[in-house]
T-cell receptor
Framework: AQRVTQPEKLLSVFKGAPVELKCNYS??????LFWYVQYSRQRLQLLLR??SRESIKGFTADLNKGETSFHLKKPFAQEEDSAMYYC?????????????????FGTGTRLTIIP | SQTIHQWPATLVQPVGSPLSLECTVE??????LYWYRQAAGRGLQLLFY??????ISSEVPQNLSASRPQDRQFILSSKKLLLSDSGFYLC????????????FGDGTRLSIL
């Protein structure tokens, strides 16, 4: 079965401290991986995706195929980082795979930055 | 630019009553469309997805159904609501290309009494 696990439901970090939100997946093949974020009173939105190899709002995520992990990291937490974070691998649901993918969301981690 | 609208924002319904939640997308053509449910303390669960008009795939067996009568309209329905249908329902769209992110609506909070 394809699964994604975010082991921490709640995570509190002091402002300025490093942040790591864990995500482990169990998928056949090579899924594409995304992190989504929901700030208070805002819509769920894309934070970053593995394929872009980008840093968004200071966050990065490294894919470790050996450990099947895609942890989200930021070296120095800021108060505006407080939000709900979801890890979401995608998988093909229809052949051919062009455009036919769907996401599986983890249960999420609520990150609170302590001033 | 593309926008997604979902309504109503909140809904309180008695057990056994019908349901219709609507989602529309503007500013793009032939999007992939999705319905998710988020139960308290749980992640988002994909309920239905659609790659085109009249094409609906169900992820999990349930009391709900979905329809796509127009290219950018996605409807979530039920003939008779159950208590277990309570939750937060999200609609999303994406481009029909590889590795495209999904864009979410504001959601509908459904309470069954």
């Amino acid at each position: 079965a394809q699964r994604v696990t975010q082991p921490e439901k709640l995570l509190s970090v002091f402002k300025g401290a490093p942040v790591e939100l864990k995500c482990n997946y169990s998928y056949s093949g090579s899924p594409e991986l995304f992190w989504y974020v929901q700030y208070s009173r805002q819509r769920l939105q894309l934070l970053l995706r593995h394929i872009s190899r980008e840093s968004i709002k200071g966050f990065t995520a490294d894919l470790n195929k050996g450990e099947t992990s895609f942890h989200l990291k930021k070296p120095f937490a800021q108060e505006e980082d407080s939000a709900m974070y979801y890890c979401a691998p995608s998988r093909v649901f229809k052949a051919p795979d062009f455009g036919n993918e769907k996401l599986t969301f983890g249960t999420g981690t609520r990150l609170t930055i302590i001033p | 630019s593309q926008t997604i609208h979902q309504w109503p924002a909140t809904l309180v319904q008695p057990v056994g009553s019908p349901l219709s939640l609507e989602c529309t997308v503007e500013g793009t053509s032939n999007p992939n469309l999705y319905w998710y449910r988020q139960a308290a303390g749980r992640g988002l669960q994909l309920l239905f997805y659609s790659v085109g008009i009249g094409q609906i795939s169900s992820e999990v067996p349930q009391n709900l159904s979905a329809s796509r009568p127009q290219d950018r309209q996605f409807i979530l329905s039920s003939k008779k609501l159950l208590l277990s249908d309570s939750g937060f329902y999200l609609c999303a769209w994406s481009y029909g290309q590889r590795n495209q992110p999904q864009h979410f609506g504001d959601g509908t909070r459904l309470s069954i009494l």
